[in-house]
């Protein structure tokens, strides 16, 4: 029997829950062509919230094409005007002899080198000459605007892990050159989105860089707690178990309304579950779920410094006043600079979020970990 959670890949259909709002928001502005931008920690479904968005937006409109960009593997220009381009251009054509009439059409000054698979549902490969590209950048740029003016389209270019361009040769320029074209374009509209959550933060809200207010900013928040546990009882039933109230509850609050995690566990605690799933099948799944990440969990914290795990261990205590003296004393953090430093440095390596001076892990099991194996030797 197929398991009815899914978790590192793309949720669809039956497997994606809640938001709702975010939805109906992302399709409206896919329609309108309105540029969007995505922030949420790491694993909070962004992904797959763009991915039905377009499918619901491309069938209220025959003439969207939704063009969809992974930077993840990108590290400089050169990659991405390629990839820009192919992407733009498989999107817009309906088979290879078309895509390639596109590639002889919309450039003049750049000569594309095309490649073409033997297999007939692969897109048609596109590169250039990288010194051409340098010289002339705008052909690549405009080429969605240009298509979608010629043939009548409207045309939304997603990119996920759209903050990769931080690693390119003058990011900061390059960002300009992006901007200066893309703001100026009425028939194609942007979505940019990506897991590294203060590197976007720093991008698109920061007035001195170049995309700030590009386009509309969607904060993603946790999925509501009544909305997981109706998922969990949902998908349960769907495969001829049940889960109880207490224990669906129980997984929502285990993962902190994470929603890589809580589809994890549910996965986990279905798989354990003959007929029905209460609240012991639960705790197993998820001692077991601890247990199976702390390695990685051990290798993350090996990677601290002390300062910042002293301010972690007062962080998950509870503790409200951590700069006072008493606290640091306890603790054995050194100053509140340290505290500054620690908390810097947390943010940046992804194992703290900041949400409007409010500091909390990313990560619920590491928290769990920290908490109860950790700190408690």
Known sequence: METPFVFGKIAADK?????????????????????????????????????????????????????????????????????????????????????????????????????????????????????????????????AERIAAEKGLKIVVCVDEFQNIAEFTNPDYFQKKLRSHWQLHQHVAYCLYGSKRHMMLEVFTNASKPFYKFGNLIFLNKIDEPCLVEFFLSRFADTGKHITGEAAQLIAQLTDNHPYYAQQLAQLSWLRTKDVCGVEIVREAHAALVEQLSLLFVTITETLTTQQLNYL?????????????????????????????????????????????VYSFQDPIYAYWLKTQYFAQ
Request: net charge negative; aromatic share 6%; hydrophobic share 40%.
């Open 15 to 143: 497997n994606f829950t809640d938001r709702e709002k975010e939805t109906d928001c992302l399709v409206q502005n896919f329609t309108s062509l309105v540029n969007t931008i995505i922030i949420s920690p790491r694993r909070w479904g962004k992904s797959s919230l763009v991915n039905k968005a377009a499918r619901l937006a491309m069938e209220q409109d025959d003439k969207l094409r939704i063009c969809q960009i992974d930077l993840f593997n990108i590290r400089n220009e050169e990659h991405f005007y390629s990839l820009l381009a192919q992407k733009v251009i498989a999107v817009t054509s309906t088979r290879w002899e078309e895509a390639i009439e596109h590639a002889k059409k919309f450039f003049s000054r750049l000569v594309p080198k095309i490649s073409i698979s033997a297999d007939p549902a692969s897109e048609v490969s596109i590169d250039f000459d990288w010194e051409e590209v340098k010289r002339n950048p705008d052909e690549v740029l405009d080429l």
């Open 313 to 357: 261990r007062a962080l998950l205590a509870g503790e409200k006043g951590i700069s006072s003296t008493e606290v640091m004393h306890r603790y054995q953090i050194s100053s509140t600079t340290s505290i500054a430093r620690s908390k810097a440095a947390l943010v940046k390596n992804d194992v703290l979020d900041n949400q409007a001076g």
